[in-house]
């Protein structure tokens, strides 16, 4: 018995390909601490043994796996049916067989490679096909509790107009055995795009208005959202990741990155506009003066950070606002708001009291709960039940934290909505959650301990990358239905027209580093990509929401094709679309995929007048992160532009000639519009020139990232109602003029 086989039992792997004619052995410490991970235990040759011969036996004797698919051909709610429709008739068919893979692409930051495709969840009629004759197979609905008998179950069972949910599935044969299974129901299809539509990408916390206490918030985002439909016939506002973050320790700094976040679960009240809250307007007598000193300081963090060339400071912000609405929690809710409230706290139950029950935890005892006293450390110990009985005022104040914030982000998609949006809000789903938070620790059994989401070593990063992030267990969250990811997509999905998925590779495989070793000694471990798109699927079909992956990268044959196929868009970036298996040459807009949001940039990447101008390189080289000499860095960086302005030119989208840096970064996004992209979509710094990226990956406290407001070509920051005037933006926004209503 090899270690191999056990390794492939539980789908973790031995080998992968960093590129089609590579193949590289994955180190065997790796697979025996993913396996250890999973409670396999592969630490000698007997437990190997023994642990393959308990795995067979477990597969052979199983009448069901955990969970199974079921796609139905009920169109989405875009194309046929409002949101939340539920139930017309499932068709039983068979898996469709891979198409053709696209051509790998160069790796972008925080992008690992995915060649290798683990086995889908089986379809209902391969789940049954190994069912002795005569078993009986019922489904108790998730909706209602009723129970639904397949007809002609288990060998072809016909159509059973099943409802669209996650069901439970029982299968009892003629001599007495029973088992279970999840059963996913999902349409085919997430909900279709608009039929063309463009809108802006913006980091939210380095928007300022004349309103913000220091940084971006949701009031700036429903002004955004507001402004660019009624003006420019925008059609959505992709923001960053709005998750709850890691407060910081005491005398520390909090993690700014909005990609590591303490949950996915909840919304950051970091966000909040204080003054919008309702209770604010009833603040009376010294109650009212203290939040006037506050507004005072928050509006002293804005002219910092405008007008005296400071940075962000999210730790500085949260001790204002805090303050400010622990005054505004001494107001009394009416009758109407406490009803509110009320079905609020209903609605998210347990979630809710788990993640307010860590933050005020972490008040006492700090953001890390493995710091914690070992009873507390257990989210369903006694000793944690009492505590959050002692601590009953707190974990009231952060549930009420999370309700005013989800009424801010409805808010958000209402502006949005109102002013003619055809999506209005995208919200960002990070890849992972940060291993100290409220996640980690109230939902610690679906992740897998002392290891850490990252990237093998490839082209862009010899040293490979971790994200430092806890990984799902793909053997847990299959045997509760992926009960945690189905609560974390309608979270997500609550107050969006569309979600933006980071790393979408994901959901076929991650790569885990153990703790204590590099990036280059972890290993893949598969993940139930069928299940799991059926789910997302699901999700946002309940929601009417759009669903965009982020596949930039080497992405493994068929995964595209496969996210296709259930109306995932996927992401192209301009300067990444060549021609890769042929001229090397960059793509014309007619060999774009139309299924797809197409932008000149991201957060990740510089922006397109650095990338036009050079600053990009020059940059990299004053901060010492360049690995061959600037002047070959420099030469390369303007070939490659060349490249683009010369099909610019030859397409007639830049007719002035290079050399201007404002026509070209127009020219740029008249070849998005010339391509057949569904969505187009416009970095909110390139409208005014900014030079910086927000996030320059390979750095941490070399480069401010994440704290950075939106500037102008200068470096001077540009607030909402400056950028909503200026001459720049305007001109670049005639190119989108298509988009305005007459």
């Known amino acids: 018995m090899t270690l191999a086989r056990l390794a492939a039992l539980h789908g973790v792997a031995t080998s992968y390909a960093p590129s089609p004619d590579r193949t590289v052995q994955t180190p065997e410490a790796a697979v025996v601490a993913a396996l250890a991970a999973l409670d396999v235990d592969a630490s000698t040759p007997e437990a190997v043994r023994d642990a393959v011969a308990a795995r067979e036996q477990e597969l052979r004797e199983r009448l069901l ?20 429709r539920e139930g017309d008739d499932a068709h039983l068919t068979p898996r469709e067989p891979p198409q053709t893979a696209q051509a790998p692409q160069p790796l972008q930051p925080q992008q690992a490679p995915q060649q290798q495709q683990p086995p889908p969840s089986p379809h209902l009629p391969e789940a049954l096909s190994s069912l002795p004759p005569g078993t009986r197979l019922t489904v108790e609905t998730e909706q209602d509790g009723r129970l639904i008998e397949l007809a002609g179950a288990p060998a072809a069972p016909a159509n059973p107009h099943l409802p669209l949910g996650v069901h439970r599935l029982t299968a009892t044969t003629p001599d007495g055995l029973t088992a279970q299974a999840h059963l996913i129901v999902a349409p085919r299809r997430a909900p279709a795009p608009p039929p063309r539509a463009y809108g802006f990408l913006v980091q939210l916390y380095s928007l300022l208005s004349r309103h913000s206490w220091g940084m971006g918030d949701l009031g700036d985002l429903a002004e955004l959202a507001a402004w660019a439909g009624r003006v420019l016939g925008a059609g959505f506002v992709q923001v960053n990741p709005l998750h709850a973050a890691v407060p910081r320790a005491p005398g ?52 910092a950070v405008v007008s005296e060339g400071g940075l962000i400071d999210r730790d500085a912000v949260w001790e204002l606002k805090g303050a ?50 070992k009873p507390l450390r257990d989210p369903a110990s006694p000793e944690t039940a009492r505590a959050r009985t002692e601590l009953m005022d707190r974990v009231d104040f952060h ?37 100290d938070g409220a996640d980690a620790w109230a939902r610690q059994r679906y992740f897998a301990a002392g290891m850490s989401v990252g990237a093998p070593p490839d082209a862009f990063n010899a040293r490979g990358q971790d994200w430092g992030l806890p990984p799902w267990r793909p053997d847990r969250l299959a045997e509760c239905g992926y009960a945690p990811f189905r609560a974390l997509l309608r979270a997500t999905l609550r107050h969006a027209g569309a979600v933006r998925v980071d790393h979408v590779m994901g959901l076929f495989r991650l790569w885990w580093v153990p703790d204590g070793r590099t990036p280059a000694e972890g290993t893949y471990v598969g993940y139930d990509a069928e299940a799991m798109l059926a789910v997302l699927v699901l999700e946002a079909h309940r929601a009417g929401a759009i669903v965009i992956g982020e596949d930039l990268g080497t992405v493994a044959p068929g995964v595209r094709e496969t996210l296709r196929a259930h109306g995932v868009l996927g992401t192209s970036v301009l300067w990444f679309e060549r021609d890769w298996e042929g001229t090397g040459q960059p793509l014309p807009p007619a060999d774009w995929r139309a299924d797809c ?19 990009h390189v020059r940059l990299r080289h004053d901060l010492g992160l360049l690995t061959r ?30 050399g201007n840096e404002e026509d070209e970064v127009r020219a740029v996004h008249r070849f998005l519009l010339a391509t057949p992209a569904r969505l187009v979509g416009v970095w909110l710094p390139d409208t005014v020139g900014d030079r910086r990226p927000q996030n320059l990956p390979g750095t941490w406290d070399q480069y401010p990232n994440w704290r950075l407001p939106i500037a102008d070509a200068a470096g001077r920051p540009v607030t909402l109602e400056d950028l909503a005037a200026t001459p720049r933006l305007h001109a670049l926004m005639e190119v989108f003029r298509v988009f305005r209503t007459p």
């Open 65 to 84: 796996p955990p969970t199974v698919v079921l796609w139905t051909d009920e169109r989405p709610p875009a194309e046929d049916a409002p949101p939340g």
């Open 252 to 303: 520390g700094a909090g993690d700014p990155s909005p990609y590591r976040p303490s949950s996915r679960r909840f919304p950051d009240p970091v966000h909040l506009r204080v003054e919008n809250v309702p209770e604010f307007a009833r603040l009376r007598g010294e109650a009212r003066e203290r939040a006037g000193v506050f507004g005072e300081q928050g509006e002293a963090l804005r002219r």
């Open 324 to 373: 400010a609405l622990e005054l505004i929690r001494g107001v009394p809710l009416g009758p109407g708001r406490c009803a509110a409230y009320s079905d609020f706290l209903a609605e998210h139950g347990e979630d809710l009291e788990d993640h307010a029950t860590w933050c005020a935890l972490a008040e006492r005892h700090g953001p890390n709960w493995r710091t914690w006293p």
């Open 399 to 435: 549930e009420r934290l999370a309700w005013l914030t989800d009424e801010q982000l409805a808010a958000a998609q209402r502006s949005a909505r109102d002013a003619g949006m055809a999506v209005g809000l995208i919200h960002d789903l990070a890849v992972g959650v940060h291993p």
């Open 597 to 615: 949001l197409a932008t000149a940039t991201t957060h990740d990447l510089p922006s397109t007048a650095a990338r036009v101008t050079g600053a």
């Open 629 to 658: 000499p600037l002047a070959a860095e420099r030469a390369e960086a303007t070939a490659d532009v060349r490249d683009w302005l010369g099909l610019l030119s030859r397409l007639g989208l830049l007719p002035g000639g290079a």
